[in-house]
DNA sequence: TTGGCCGGTTACTTAAAGGTAACAGGTTAC
DNA sequence: GTAACCTGTTACCTTTAAGTAACCGGCCAA
């Protein structure tokens, strides 16, 4: 996988540059998972269930190439590892909330359908 | 291409949910293209340069079969085609405008801050 | 001796996305 | 009579993302 850094110089759209970072089918959902606390790896992968922990091990070490999380391993048995925003990861949060908010009133509550929204928090 | 109508239900987590249907390449860029005004197929294409009429063709109908935005066909010769937000899809301005901020602010403006470890200064 | 714990890695396969190039159609301009 | 106009469509191919399943280390408990 290409990261930002390599790419950076030809974006010219915003828009375009932004899903360089945090686009894919499973990056944004990682961040809104991390946007409030560190977590452990387990925890990720427990609360976003359809998501292995191959592509989950994958994701997280480009979101830590690109400098949106930090990676923190305790040499313990058994092993522990956190995963934590960086203050650039952090600063995603307008756009995660904009998107939770906007998931919720147009998605979740107003189909047909009496969905819970379970959220990964 | 599975649009959002068939897969709402199963779903629970609003930023998953708004994943299906702005999710991928290229709808980001389309919508932000549109987002102030309605245009012509061609003048989406001058826009994304990088972006095939193939893909476009594509990405426009999932947008249109989702809601978000219509197409109005004037038979004329040569054709003309217009592409309008609909109000759902209007609704999607804060979230593509945080994307627009932070991708400026991150992206755009500070090439070199997100990857700070591998600069040599 | 086996299996569980945790956070992975590896090898392999499949599904999805995206790209290129050629062609269509009806009218007008050359 | 041919090319350009515009918005596609079609056929075909490549690249990328994602999924599955098995395995790893090192310690501990049964």
């Known amino acids: 996988m290409v990261t930002i850094a390599s790419k950076k110089r030809e974006i010219k759209c915003p828009i375009t540059a932004m899903l360089q970072l945090i686009g894919g089918k499973w990056k944004p959902v990682i961040l809104y998972c991390l946007r409030s606390e560190k977590r452990r790896f387990g925890e990720i992968s ?5 998501l292995s922990r191959k592509v989950l091990t994958e994701q997280l070490k480009e ?9 923190q391993q305790f040499n313990e048995i058994p092993p ?10 952090k600063s995603l949060a307008p756009v995660l909330n904009e998107m939770e908010k906007w998931g919720i009133e147009n998605i979740i509550e107003k189909p047909n359908k009496a969905n ?6």
């Open 46 to 50: 427990a609360r976003i269930p359809d």
């Open 63 to 71: 979101l830590e190439e690109d400098g949106l999380l930090t990676r």
């Open 80 to 89: 522990r590892v956190e995963y934590e925003l960086t203050e650039l990861g």
């Open 116 to 121: 819970a929204a379970q959220s990964t928090d």
